[in-house]
């Protein structure tokens, strides 16, 4: 089976770091026998950047035999429009719910995006979102529900003391992780600050961040840390969550993407029933009192990359069988 991925992320010279949950996806099936190309492209919300994308995209088309065509985000889809093969698209997050300016609102340019996005779901062969979540933005539309999978030999449990040791943290203070860049609006940095600040434990509390961390180093920020917090003004389904869990790390997040599936039944984490500063703070006090990890990788033992990647492969098969085109077995 041959495949053309089309992505508008993917890593580059500037972000060598960029979206290691896809890297991972599209290392699991070549490994699994999938010949696959992957369509970089970066469209920055300029029309003519489309348009020579699009071109480009034909051009491979001409010279090169898919079976089909796999679009990550919604805006990826516009290349594949209209359809020379099947596609199968993947909603993840904003390409659905919008855009969010340093304001803090959504962009005009978010509304278009969703709007497109929408479009493209119509046309795609077979629609999968990230969470249930994301596919009340599309209704009508047919989805698949997949996550996208955790590398659990890579996050896993390791001791608190050593994890902190190799990244230099002080052993003896609380240390409270928000995994992301405090430079993207959507993440609301400032909010995890101001319930941090609410807290009043006497500078007994670090409020750390993980911008731009290697993906083999981030294990040992989420083992460091005594909890994860997750302020998103919106998600798809968070890898980091996911990633907290296998590594047995306490959560507390506001009800964002597939939070409150992920973490719902699980003691010693916590969704907030709304995003208030001092709503999240105790929960932030509750969890740090426990002084205990959780019991988290039982929980996203289904989400191992083989298991969700072999999914992923049967969509495949289902979508190049329907269009009558041979394909060649594959272990």
Known sequence: MRVLMITSEWPTPAHPDAVPFLVQQVDFLKGSGVELDVFHFRGLGNPLNYLRSWLAIRRTLSANSYDLIHAQWGQSGLLALPKKLPLVVTFRG???????????????????????????????????VVSRRLASNIPGVA??????????????????????????LSQDAKIILFAASPDRPEKRFELAREAVSLLGLNGGVELIFAKGV??????????????LLLTSLHEGSPNVIKEALACNTPVVSVDVGDARERLGSIEGCIVCDDDRPPTIAAALAKVLARHERINGAAAVAAL??????????????????RSHTPVRSYA
């Open 94 to 128: 904003s390409d659905l719910q919008g855009i969010v300016a340093t304001s803090g609102r959504y962009t005009l340019s978010g509304k278009v995006l969703q709007a497109l996005s929408r479009i493209v779901a119509r046309f795609a062969d077979e629609v999968i």
């Open 143 to 168: 989805c698949h529900v997949i996550p996208s999978g955790v590398d659990l030999n890579l996050f896993r449990p390791i001791p608190r003391r050593e994890a902190r040791q190799r990244l230099g």
């Open 214 to 227: 290697p993906r083999e180093i981030m294990p040992n920020y989420l083992n460091s840390c005594d909890l």
């Open 304 to 321: 191992d990359e083989r298991i969700v990647g072999s999914q992923l492969i049967s969509i495949y098969q289902e979508v190049v069988q």
